[in-house]
């Protein structure tokens, strides 16, 4: 009897191991693809934003926008501005605000910037996720910065 308690026991955290190296392999899924996208080279790597190229990123830890919200955004960007779109299907059909790439005809300003990279509908998720997580109404802490570079570095003294 001893020996099956000792078994059902092992198994149980076996599972809690299990689930919790999932959950945690679900987050670093989205850094993964947050770094992939090169969303740092304008909201950086703490993800406070800043002046970056051509203008200033938004704060991803003060952002008001919720899951929804962020995924259109990362899938569609933002018009007008320096936020690319980063679904490859973006303005060919109406599924990015209503529109297609012919409504911004003669109108260079706003036309969508494309991404350098596109992001496939998993790590738009994944991405939106992570803000979720780790960034948006979080402060800066030194466990995070040694989980995005990986590796203790000055940035996070």
């Known amino acids: 009897m001893k020996n099956l308690i000792l078994i059902i026991n092992l198994f149980v955290v076996m599972i809690f191991i299990s689930v919790n190296a999932f959950a945690q392999s679900k987050i670093d899924y989205g850094l993964l693809a947050y770094k992939r996208g090169n969303c740092m080279g304008c909201h950086k790597w703490h993800g406070d934003g800043g002046p970056g190229y051509g203008g200033a990123a938004m704060s991803l830890r003060e952002t008001g926008l919720d899951k929804e919200g962020l995924i259109m955004l990362i899938a569609c960007g933002r018009p ?3 936020m690319p779109f980063f679904d ?5 059909d109406e599924r990015c605000f209503g529109m297609k790439f012919h409504d911004f005809e003669g109108d260079d300003r706003n036309r969508p ?4 990279i596109y992001l496939n509908k998993r790590q738009i998720e994944a991405v939106t996720n992570f803000i979720l997580s780790d960034l948006k109404g ?3 802490t030194k466990e995070y910065c040694l989980k995005f570079f990986g590796k203790p570095t ?3 003294d």
């Open 88 to 92: 490859k299907k973006a303005y060919i």
């Open 154 to 156: 000055r940035s996070c």
């Open 138 to 140: 979080k402060n800066l």
């Open 113 to 116: 910037l494309q991404a350098k």
């Open 80 to 82: 007008g501005t320096n």
